[in-house]
């Protein structure tokens, strides 16, 4: 295979599927990932408009199932090279602390990291053999920035920045350049989980998550086009120079991460309750 190669995971819809198009357009032949086989349709099809549909492979993981990953390792076992990993399989869980169970924080956590560094070491190998290539992690403007009903996944994300954060300095002595995309709101399927939480009358945060999922539906006017993050994720892996370690992109994500940097944390968490608790 002549084809510089490139893995996506959670290829189904959203960053994953555009991604994974993208990247082919650019001559990689593509390996999508799905959780599900059954859900590929969206991504052969768009692969098909774009007329990249024979450099699209489809590849079955489950990145929370030790089995599955030791098939894909298998798999990987037939590969000369991969230069390019997308990590990008993961969702979002929402809700309050005290109304959670620990089950629903691992469950996050399973996906969304441990999933992910699953994937990761399977790759390293082929990729160190060669010296050289790119992880790319699909995190969030929530790795950088906590939000009130969202402690989960904002967690997940966290703990994925600390992760590539050393990650990127442990493989960079073999050629191996990490990187971080921090996108904010977009048009993608990771917000089902919070638009399907059911306010429960009777729980003590009623009235406040009311107010976070009322602030959730008003950004959704201006989410943007995640066709932009698959094309920023492309361009990071056909960089010839050696790209930075985070990329933040979307509506008020760098404003955000430039505010949290400068103003006291009073005055940030002051900014958020007023926002959210007006009446």
């Given at each position: ?30 390996i999508s990932t ?153 048009q993608t399927n ?76 009073k005055v940030l ?11």
């Open positions: 295979m002549n084809k510089k190669i490139a893995i996506v995971t959670g290829c189904s819809s959203g960053f994953g599927m555009l991604t994974a198009v993208e990247l082919a357009k650019k001559g990689f032949e593509v799905l959780r599900n086989m059954n859900k590929s349709e969206s991504l052969l099809t768009l692969a098909d408009e774009q007329n990249v549909a024979d450099s699209i492979r489809l590849q079955p993981l489950d990145v929370t199932s030790s089995d599955s990953i030791n098939e894909f390792k298998k798999f990987l076992l037939r590969l000369d090279h991969v230069d390019v990993l997308v990590n990008n399989a993961g969702f979002a869980a929402g809700g309050f602390c005290e109304e959670l169970s620990v089950d629903d924080y691992r469950a996050q956590f399973e996906t969304n990291v441990f999933g992910l560094i699953a994937v990761t070491q399977a790759v390293l190998p082929v990729m160190r053999k060669k010296q050289c290539g790119r992880i790319i992690n699909i995190s969030s403007i929530s790795g950088r920035f906590g939000f009130p009903g969202m402690s989960p996944y904002t967690a997940s994300k966290h703990a994925l920045e600390g992760f590539s954060e050393s990650l990127r300095l442990e493989v960079k002595p073999s050629g191996i350049d990490v990187v971080l995309v921090e996108p904010g709101s977009y990771i917000w089902s989980t919070l638009d399907n939480i059911t306010l429960n009358p009777e729980s003590p945060y009623h009235s406040y998550m009311e107010a976070i999922l009322n602030n959730i539906g008003n950004v959704k006017v201006v989410h943007g086009n995640p066709l932009d993050v698959a094309e920023l994720v492309t361009r990071i892996a056909t960089m010839k120079k050696t790209p930075k370690l985070r990329y933040p992109i979307g509506n008020g994500v760098k404003m955000n991460i430039f505010m949290k940097t400068i103003l006291p944390w968490e002051n900014m958020i309750m007023k926002k959210l608790l007006k009446k």
